[in-house]
């Protein structure tokens, strides 16, 4: 008696699984279908196979077409995905360059030896290039007629580069006594807003420019604190979207906060056992979030071994795209 009813339930909860497991096969399927309309990954990275360059990679096709045989560190999309701005770290330059989509030709826009001009006139220390290393200028990004990164290790000064009657110029734009990770600059009624993610907080500040492309921030107000970041990775976990909203990770939670109701939304559980969640990108429709788990390696031994999710910030539902192999080791990505 009791064994046929232990047979009945067991029977019963394998039918179950096999709708669950249909069901999200289904719903893999169809977000996989709409995700595949928002342009491509793109990364650079140096593979374990000594494979290595700027990629991009296709969602629904999980297909990897290398577009750049350079390690374009620090790599970020232009508003309209034409162009990306990185920085190229190579022996035969070092600086700031421009990737074009289209046909994935690349300019140069400054090298380190200007830049490092530029910073000595306003107080700051050279970065100097070493063989084999990481970029210390960080998260390069387009702002009014110029650009934007962090400048050193620390990422304490934040600068703003312009060319002005065809001669460069650099200013300090934000600068702090602690360890930043990331920043946005979001234009909202004709005011432009600094996000700072510290060692502390998630900051807002608003830019005032008081005279001719000279800029500083003031106002501060702190809008979240901060998770701590990867012992290995110190880019930052958050991103932000046009909507002023922020994703971000709580353990174990994904949430988005918006920034005009200061309050925070559940997208998704994600729990870290030996892993850390490394990146976060909105993707182009502010729909789905883009982020990237790296199992820890064992005593430290190696870089992360690295993961991509896909998640619906409507239903929740998340799709692992790709897990990469051990040593392969990433210095970029957006989406």
């Known amino acids: 008696m009791y064994e046929k009813i232990a047979i009945s339930i067991l029977i019963f909860l394998i039918f179950l699984g096999s709708i669950w497991f249909l069901y999200k096969r289904y719903i893999d399927y169809h977000m996989i279908q709409t995700v595949e309309k928002q342009p491509d990954i793109v990364f650079s990275a140096e593979f374990h196979s000594g494979d290595k360059g700027t990629y991009k990679y296709s969602i629904g096709k999980k297909d990897l077409e290398k577009i750049s045989e350079d390690i374009l560190q620090e790599l970020s999309y232009s508003e309209n995905y034409e ?13 700031l360059v421009e990737l074009n ?6 300019n140069p826009i400054i090298d380190l030896e200007t ?24 998260m390069p990004k387009y702002f009014k007629d110029g650009y934007t990164f962090f400048w050193g290790d620390w990422r ?3 600068c703003y580069l312009v060319k002005e009657d065809g001669v460069w110029n650099m200013y300090i734009l934000y600068s702090s006594d ?17 996000f700072v993610e510290s060692e502390k907080s998630i900051s807002k500040y608003k830019i005032e420019c008081t005279g001719y492309k000279k800029c500083t921030v003031v106002d501060e107000e702190n809008i979240l604190p901060t998770e701590n970041v990867g012992v290995l990775d110190f880019d930052g976990n958050i991103d932000m979207n046009n909507k002023n909203q922020i994703v971000y990770y709580d353990a174990p939670v994904i949430y ?11 997208v998704v559980n994600q729990n870290l056992f030996w892993k850390e969640l490394l990146d976060m990108k909105f993707s182009q429709d502010e729909k789905y979030v883009l982020y990237t788990v790296g199992d820890i390696p064992f005593f430290w031994s190696s870089g992360y071994r690295m993961s991509f999710f896909i998640v619906d910030l409507n239903t929740g539902n998340k799709i692992r795209t790709v897990k ?7 210095y970029g990505i957006d989406w």
């Open 178 to 194: 602690g360890r930043n990770y990331c920043y946005f600059i979001e234009s909202r009624d004709s005011e432009d807003l600094l």
């Open 256 to 266: 988005i906060y918006d920034c005009n109701m200061k309050e925070k939304m559940h």
């Open 324 to 330: 990469w192999k051990n040593g392969d080791r990433f």
């Open 101 to 106: 989509m289209k046909d994935y030709t690349y």
């Open 83 to 95: 162009t990306i701005i990185a920085v190229k770290w190579e022996d035969d330059f070092q600086g």
């Open 156 to 158: 304490d000064e934040l």
């Open 115 to 138: 830049l490092n001009n530029c910073a000595k006139d306003i107080g700051l220390d050279e970065i100097k290039y070493r063989s084999f290393d990481t970029a210390n200028i960080h």
